[in-house]
């Protein structure tokens, strides 16, 4: 099995390329966001600490995450937000070795994880290849004011705070290009496949 990252900014096209990878190949795809959702739920990993850290509020009558309240008291307070990825980033990656692990016995042809800070958080020393989902910025600005409403300044605030194109090549093994069609791009990814 093969352990692969998928790297890459917001709007670039992670999404589809990790569809075209469940298309084409035998693999676990794992995304941290989602994941970190999950082990946030009222009940899992994280509940504890979501309510020794915001309180009572941190989950709603039904037992849901009050996501609003929480970002809303983390980005006004760096010292809870640092605490809190303390918290959330370990259990990610406890989780996410777990499931590596697990799904060596399975034996798929590849274990992808998708996450906004996999170099951040050191998964290049675990994954055998990185993947760079790169589109140029203008394109990804026009993707993101579609598909999620937001502001060019939005989308311009959220790129400067990730890594640069530069960064992101440096830890590339492979690029796969989603600035042309979804055609274009599932090519691309056969051809490297292939080889």
């Not at 352990?3 to 693999?27: H, M, P, Q, R």
């Not at 998964?123 to 579609?146: F, S």
Request: aromatic letters at 10%; one cysteine or more.
């Amino acid at each position: 099995m093969k352990v692969v990252g998928i790297i890459g900014g917001v709007g670039a096209g992670k999404s589809t390329v990790l569809s075209i990878l469940s298309d084409l190949t035998d693999c676990t795809i794992i995304i941290a966001d989602e994941l970190a959702k999950t082990l946030m739920q009222y009940g899992n990993v994280l509940c504890d600490d979501a309510i020794r850290l915001f309180g009572e509020q941190a989950y709603d009558e039904k037992g849901r995450l009050n996501r609003r309240y929480i970002a809303s008291r983390i980005y006004a307070d760096k010292e809870l937000l640092n605490e809190w990825n303390g918290l959330v980033h370990p259990a990610v990656n406890k989780a996410i070795y777990a499931m590596i692990d697990k799904a060596r016995c399975s034996g798929p042809d590849y274990f992808f994880i998708e996450s906004a800070l996999l170099i951040e958080n050191g998964y290049d020393a675990i994954c055998d290849e990185m993947w760079y989902v790169y589109c140029p910025e203008n394109i990804r600005i026009a993707r993101l004011i579609e598909s999620r409403g937001y502001t060019e300044e939005k989308c311009r605030s959220i790129m400067a705070n990730q890594l640069s194109d530069d960064e992101f090549r440096r830890y590339a093994d492979f690029i796969i290009d989603t600035s042309k069609s979804i055609d274009d791009t599932c090519l691309i990814i056969k051809n490297y496949l292939e080889q």
